[in-house]
T-cell receptor
């Protein structure tokens, strides 16, 4: 079956540090891949997405590249800010199986220290 | 912009009581979802709907029922609340299948069962 595995947190970094949050997936079809972000007290919101191999999604300085050969979709940002403190979820939806659902990873909590 | 609205935001129940959580969206979305979020477990899908009058089971449907009588509303019912149902519940909607359209989330309902 389909699944998403992401690095456990919490991840604590200083402001302006480089961020990587690892995400790998297992899918039987042709997944679309997503990163969602959850700020304290709020619901999830889409951060970026990629729908086919080698696509790069980007938003708010964050980037992730769809790597089919390594089944990965790692999230990166060159210089984090305190306002990036949140929980980040990697997710997939399997287009090949016409799936109506999104499979979420367990989330990675990020703390940015000033 | 209302988006996805969940009612209530907080609730405390006693074991065995029943209640209904309401989700309303004003974006004319076809797909709607109910998730629960527990520490270390990420988001788990309870039930979902791909259109008015339809419902389907997700990953953890036991103890819950749902109804989608109107396109804009998706109700989640707990017939006999149990302490294991203490969680934060999120509703989400999307225009079409989530592989092509982002899910929009409400801000959550925090439910405690004593």
């Amino acid at each position: 079956g389909n699944s998403v595995t992401q690095m456990e947190g919490p991840v604590t970094l200083s402001e302006e540090a480089f961020l990587t949050i690892n995400c790998t997936y297992t899918a039987t079809g042709y997944p679309s891949l997503f990163w969602y972000v959850q700020y304290p007290g709020e619901g999830l919101q889409l951060l970026l997405k990629a729908t086919k191999a080698d696509d790069k999604g980007s938003n708010k300085g964050f980037e992730a590249t769809y790597r089919k050969e390594t089944t990965s979709f790692h999230l990166e940002k060159g210089s984090v800010q305190v306002s990036d403190s949140a929980v980040y979820f990697c997710a997939l939806s399997d287009r090949g199986n016409r799936d109506d659902k999104i499979i979420f990873g367990k989330g990675t909590r990020l703390h940015i220290l000033p | 912009n209302a988006g996805v609205t969940q009612t209530p935001k907080f609730r405390v129940l006693k074991t065995g009581q029943s209640m209904t959580l309401l989700c309303a969206q004003d974006m004319n979305h076809e797909y709607m979802y109910w998730y629960r979020q527990d520490p270390g477990m990420g988001l788990r899908l309870i039930h979902y709907s791909v259109g008015e009058g339809t419902t389907a089971k997700g990953e953890v449907p036991d103890g819950y029922n749902v109804s989608r009588l109107k396109k804009q509303n998706f109700l989640l019912g707990l017939e006999s609340a149990a302490p294991s149902q203490t969680s934060v519940y999120f509703c989400a909607s999307s225009k079409r299948a989530p592989s092509n359209q982002p899910q929009h989330f409400g801000d959550g309902t925090r439910l405690s069962i004593l």
